[in-house]
């Protein structure tokens, strides 16, 4: 994932309320909860972070008010002064150290709210081409972002005050407040200087990096690749060595190429040749890069030609001679001793300030010649005659600050695009050739999607499905190879052949499903005529459940994820309002023959045909549930209707779209129901089974946790373990009586009033599951881990940890799926944040209920109290209780 999309993902769930802008820095990457920010309204914020103040000497510094908000996580004050890369002395002067010895230090994450944005707007709709002329002409050399920051401090900035436009934003922005916001639970990584990068990579996250993305790698016994080293877009041919900690991207590389240890390789292409063109190194046809040495490659504007670029990992481009400037990580002096060159050589006026950002090093040859040239530069090859030596200085050559001006950018990212797009098309080649489609091919798709012969590809990829299911008959679920072939139907333009191929997707995730559950269970007779015609006696079944809210661990229930890894959820069955809220009768009727179904809507219907009931229903259907359960149980063709008919009655006393779990539950109802009309299996466990199957039958997707969570009382962590068939291991939480009793009091449960649809979220995740979604996958494995520890949580008494068990959940459900908040849940959840250790919404999310877990007794008093008096949320908070075992 690129450092933009990060960005993007992490301050998803902020909102600018009365609109806004919310800037951010492209060099920082930020490691803290977006949501946590308190921005003051109508005015400009800076966000700050303490620290040291050797790095604070290379950033920008903000001087805060002595006065202002201090809390425990942050602080909130006046802006008094902005110190761009200030040295210790500067800091003194400008006041900018804390009492504990730090500095503020500028994360470049700014935003301004209402009446600041406001005035933000006017002024640059009024007066942007002034404004942008007074800032060039500015003989200040301030960056564009000091200039940002100097127009909402201008009372700091005498030179921006006396000017024309100074005056001009002084009377738009002077009115407003300037804040900083302290967090101290901000972490930032900086990709300043390539030193840094690798330090990121290799230091404490780690952990977080995946050392192998898009690449083509030959086999281990033809090459020499660290298992640290980072291979990224690049593809390697046997005989390449790569050190360790070393860095390769959008790069191939063929031959005998040795990279060394913390090295960086960006955008070099070396293709496979037998010899140079100039037998000046004797080591003809291989290539060395030394240590610490970055290497790159770059296409040059209005020209054919390209040009190597290499520095060591640690050169200062803009530090002189005079200043100890170094090349390749060795004193100039030296470099120009061991090389034999004149500074004339490099630098062609006396008065210049020489460094490595003006010296004419770097020239431009064939690629042969360039590298031949590049290993005598950097010291990892010799040339004892002075022939390379001679070479160099017969060449025309460019230096770094030429190139800055000379680099056809255009034609890099052409480059790297095709680049990208072939090893796309490699790889995804080789997952149809002689994988599982185990790959993201949707993803391979999307970058293919950048070449031309984009549609070629996609073609002769779908040529190898006819075969590919039997040839990994009974790995490959057949929902899996569908979905593959849809994904690449749209990407060859194939959209009427791609909608028929997602039915068949939907399909068989049904048909998985049915096949897991069913397996080995007993069928119900299918002959009407099984009955020994005995008179039947009239029979009843009344069943009454709760609804269930989940803690953690949804989404690991849902197929086809819980048919093919293992799943954990942890949550409880609660009443509400003093009574179980869901429920359905069901009895034999002896003046008609069909059934009659009735819900607590007032609709009604008859059906007298009975081979009628047949699915696929229509989504519009409003008894396709209790059709799919009619189907499912096998009731239809049981003796039991052979002399009868049945009457159905449904009812779910609960808000339309709550998340509670609903519709499974109320499946669940009907299949317990029908079961006891038919003397049938009516364990929880076979009912929860085939309540899977009602769902997949309706067309609602949708796991087991809700029908468990329904079923089975109280609290419980429930595991799933895939195979023919489904396990379920439901394990119910021991609770002494003094845990309910605080879990009842400290946790309120609240209707927000928005409407949510499970179905289409479901939809979307059980896509990118198929699409084998990475970022997806890790996700739905901590949702399923956090369940088991929030149930040791609450086995040791320690409410506290499940409330931050269910901010983590909450965190993870957006990237699941960023739609299933918005801005009245996020401002719900920031109201509540003052009171709670904890908090989100019920189920998939987008709407319906909330769970909002107090600090303690006091704070779940004035939360609801607040929440009842409120006039800006018109939400409902309910009386509930654990539904305990009767």
């Not at 005598?376 to 025309?396: F, I, N, T």
């Not at 179980?580 to 007032?602: F, K, R, S």
Request: aromatic residues 8%; hydrophobic residues 40%; contains cysteine.
């Amino acid at each position: 994932m690129d450092l933009f999309r990060f960005c993007l993902i992490t301050f998803s769930r902020f909102h600018l309320a009365q609109g806004g802008i919310f800037i951010m820095t492209g060099d920082v990457l930020p490691c803290f909860d977006a949501s946590n920010l308190v921005l003051p309204d109508d005015a400009a914020c800076i966000v700050t972070v303490p620290t040291t103040l050797d790095v604070a000497a290379n950033h920008g510094v903000v001087v805060a008010s002595k006065d202002g908000t201090d809390q425990e996580n942050y602080s909130l004050c006046l802006v008094d002064n902005l110190l761009q890369k200030p040295t210790v002395s500067e800091l003194v002067e400008g006041q900018a150290i804390l009492d504990d010895g730090r500095a503020l230090l500028d994360t470049g994450l700014i935003a301004a709210r209402g009446k600041a944005w406001q005035d933000l707007v006017t002024l640059a709709h009024s007066s942007s081409q002034t404004m942008i002329k007074e800032l060039m002409d500015s003989k200040k050399e301030l960056s564009l972002y000091e200039d940002l920051v100097a127009t909402w401090v201008p009372t700091k900035h005498e030179w921006l005050r006396n000017r024309p436009l100074g005056k001009e934003l002084i009377a738009a922005l002077g009115r407003q407040r300037i804040f900083s916001f302290c967090s101290y639970d901000f972490s930032f990584l900086h990709f300043g200087t390539s030193a840094e990068v690798l330090d990121h990579l290799a230091g404490s996250y780690s952990g977080l990096v995946g050392r192998r993305h898009m690449c083509s790698l030959p086999e281990t016994t033809a090459c020499d690749i660290a298992a640290t080293a980072i291979i990224l877009s690049t593809k390697i041919s046997a005989g390449v060595s790569i050190g360790e900690d070393s860095l390769v991207y959008d790069s191939l590389l063929c031959g005998r190429i040795r990279i060394g240890s913390q090295s960086i390789v960006v955008g070099v292409n070396i293709r496979e040749f037998h010899g140079y063109s100039s037998q000046i190194i004797s080591s003809s046809a291989s290539f060395t890069l030394p240590d610490r040495h970055c290497l790159w490659e770059v296409p040059l504007v209005n020209s054919a030609a390209r040009v190597l670029v290499y520095c060591g990992l640690h050169d200062n481009p803009k530090v002189s001679i005079k200043r100890d400037g170094t090349f390749c990580g060795k004193p100039w002096i030296n470099v120009l001793q061991d090389l034999r060159i004149q500074d004339t050589d490099l630098w062609s006026s006396t008065n210049q300030d020489k460094c490595l950002w003006n010296a004419r090093l770097f020239p431009i040859m064939s690629l042969p010649e360039m590298l031949n040239v590049g290993m005598w530069l950097m010291g990892s090859a010799y040339d004892p005659d002075g022939e390379v030596a001679s070479q160099w200085r017969k060449s025309q050559r460019v230096s770094l600050e030429e190139l800055h001006r000379a680099i056809d950018y255009s034609q890099l990212c052409t480059d790297a695009s095709k680049h990208q797009a072939d090893l796309a098309a490699d790889i995804a080649k080789a997952c149809m050739n002689y994988g599982l489609l185990g790959r993201n091919l949707f993803q391979l798709c999307e970058e293919m999607l950048q070449k031309d012969t984009c549609l070629a590809v996609c073609k002769e990829l779908l040529s190898f499905f006819p075969s590919h299911g039997d040839q990994y008959s009974g790995v490959l679920p057949q929902s899996r190879e569908y979905q593959v072939k849809m994904d690449l139907l749209r990407a060859s333009g194939d959209l009427s052949t791609a909608c028929m191929v997602e039915e068949k997707v939907w399909a068989s995730i049904a048909s998985e499903t049915a096949s897991a559950i069913k397996y080995g269970s007993k069928e119900p007779s299918r002959d009407p005529m099984s009955s020994n015609n005995e008179n039947l006696h009239p029979r009843k079944a009344f069943v009454e459940l709760p609804v269930r809210v989940d803690f953690v661990g949804g989404w690991s229930d849902t197929p086809p994820w819980s048919l093919e890894r293992p799943g954990c959820v942890l949550n409880m069955a609660i009443s509400l309002e003093g009574s179980l809220p869901v429920g359905a009768m069901i009895e034999t009727a002896d003046n008609h023959l069909g059934v009659l179904v009735e819900d607590d809507a007032g609709r009604n219907v008859y059906i007298d045909d009975l081979a009628s009931i047949s699915s696929p229903f229509k989504q519009s259907d409003p008894f396709r549930l209790v059709k799919s359960a009619l189907i499912v149980t096998g009731i239809l063709c049981h003796k039991i209707l052979s002399k009868s008919g049945l009457n159905i009655r449904t009812w779910a006393n609960v808000p339309r779209g709550s998340g509670l779990g609903t519709s499974s539950i109320l499946a669940a109802a009907v299949v317990k129901g029908l079961f006891q009309l038919m003397d049938d299996d009516e364990s929880d466990d076979n009912v929860a089974r085939a309540v899977l199957v009602v769902e997949q039958i309706m067309g609602t997707g949708g796991g087991w946790q809700d029908q468990i969570g329904g079923l089975y009382p109280g609290i419980k962590c429930t595991q799933s373990f895939p195979g023919q068939p489904l396990r379920l291991q439901v394990i119910p939480l021991l609770a002494s009586r003094q845990l309910i009793q605080e879990l009842e009091q400290r946790l309120l449960v609240v209707f927000t009033g928005q409407v949510r649809l499970a179905h289409q979220v479901l939809q979307k995740v059980v896509t990118r599951y198929l699409r084998r979604d990475n970022i997806l996958i890790s996700s739905i494995k901590r949702l399923a881990k956090l369940a088991k520890i929030g149930r040791e949580a609450l086995m040791n008494g320690e409410i506290d940890e499940l409330g931050g068990i269910m901010l983590e959940a909450w965190r993870l459900h957006q990237e699941l799926d960023p739609f299933c908040s918005n801005k009245f849940v996020d401002e719900l959840f920031a109201f509540a944040d003052p009171y709670c250790c904890g908090y989100k919404l019920v189920g998939a999310g987008g709407g319906g209920f909330a769970l909002l877990l107090a600090k303690n007794l006091s704070c779940a008093k004035e939360l609801k109290q607040a929440l009842e008096e409120s006039t800006t949320f018109d939400v409902k908070v309910y009386a509930w209780n654990i539904a305990m075992p009767r």
